[in-house]
């Protein structure tokens, strides 16, 4: 009877990772497949379990990878990876493990980071998608035990998690906007829990076919005595809104991140995508730079590259500044609006994979299919910024 092959979760693996291990993380995924997205530091040794190595690879050179230490493979779903393990094990390597549920568990990996809010009654969590780099946030009051949820994913069950262990209800849900990369969770929270969905009152120009609570400038949201005002800050896309906590931390969304502006044509498309950057440019310095110095910057992503890596911080830490620290820091807010709208509408980055389609399932115009089938519209890192 042969050994049984080691397997361990994604959660293992960010583990091993962030508490820097010695191993190699082997993906076995197509080339094509490797380069668009992966695990810091992988590399890419494409394996079939009918045809066997791909590329320049042969057993020769896998061998001196395995002799080189512990190895880690990993493919899409667990499958290549699991036969390129058992044959490294019949070939007398034993130190290797195998991720279970590959890239796609990956790409679902979670962590959560609670803010120092200074104040006893008022609880905010940044609620991390690792490899996507998605931020959402649970806002909560203790002496009430209620929370809201800001910016939901599709596995929203993570920040229901995060509210339980606070010992909070979940009293309402909100989004910052319709998302272009990736499927919202925050309608389906809403409705099995019955409790409002907040979205702002200009997504009715989006065509968005499902109900919601409208949020007008100005608008408040209350937990307990905390209270969560909406303004209206068009740019990214014609409905986007933050979210200002205590008057102190502001939600922001995909129109201001800590090291880069939200990009305009997603929704606009590219020949409108200045009509876009001109809005953008407004609300940065009519609504946004106007706010104190203090503010505390909750943004809706961290840039995410292809390898995995973050372009601030790192998984597990808080991805925040303040306004003033961004005034100073980031370039782009100190362009005039000549310069700011060449920049955002000509040079703009690969746009997201499949994101008309998100787009279209968030507005409630299709719907979509399996498990399967949203995993394969989320892979890949968030491409939201400019």
Known sequence: MGKLLHQITVQELAADLDAGKSFTVVDTRPPGSFEAWHIEGAVNVPYHPVDGLGGDWDWERVEELAESGPLVTICGKGLSST?????????????????????????????????????????????????KGCLGYVVGSRST?????????????E????????????????????????????????????????????ATDRDVQYDFTPLDDGD????????????????????????????????????????SVGRTELQFGD????????????????????????????????????????GVASPGELVSTTLGELREELDLLGMDEETFVHRIADETPEKPPNYERV??????RESIGDEEEATELELGPNNCAA
Do not use: C
């Open 83 to 131: 036969s390129l393990g058992f044959e490294l094990s019949t070939r007398g390597y034993d130190d290797v493990s195998v991720v279970k549920g590959g890239m796609q568990d990956w790409s679902k990996l979670y962590e959560v980071v609670e803010l120092d809010t200074e104040d006893d009654d008022l609880f905010v969590a940044q609620v991390q998608r690792r490899a």
């Open 145 to 157: 035990r209620e929370a809201v949820v800001v910016d939901a994913t599709r596995q929203y069950h």
């Open 159 to 202: 920040f229901e998690l995060v509210a339980a262990d606070a010992g909070m209800v979940i009293t309402g849900v909100l989004d910052t906007h319709v998302h272009a990369d990736h499927v919202s969770g925050g309608r389906a929270l809403a409705d099995r829990l019955g409790v409002p969905y907040y979205l702002g009152s200009h």
């Open 220 to 259: 408040t949201v209350r937990v307990g005595d905390v209270e969560i005002e909406a303004l209206y800050t068009p740019g990214h896309t014609s409905d986007m809104t933050n979210y200002l906590v205590d008057g102190r931390f502001l939600l922001t969304g995909d129109t201001l991140f800590v090291e």
């Open 271 to 310: 020949a409108d995508a200045a009509t876009g950057a001109e809005l953008l440019y407004d609300t940065l310095h009519e609504r946004i730079l106007s706010l104190p110095a203090e503010t505390r910057i909750l943004p809706g992503h961290v840039s995410v590259a292809t390898d995995g890596t973050y």
């Open 359 to 364: 787009i279209a399932i968030n507005t409630g």
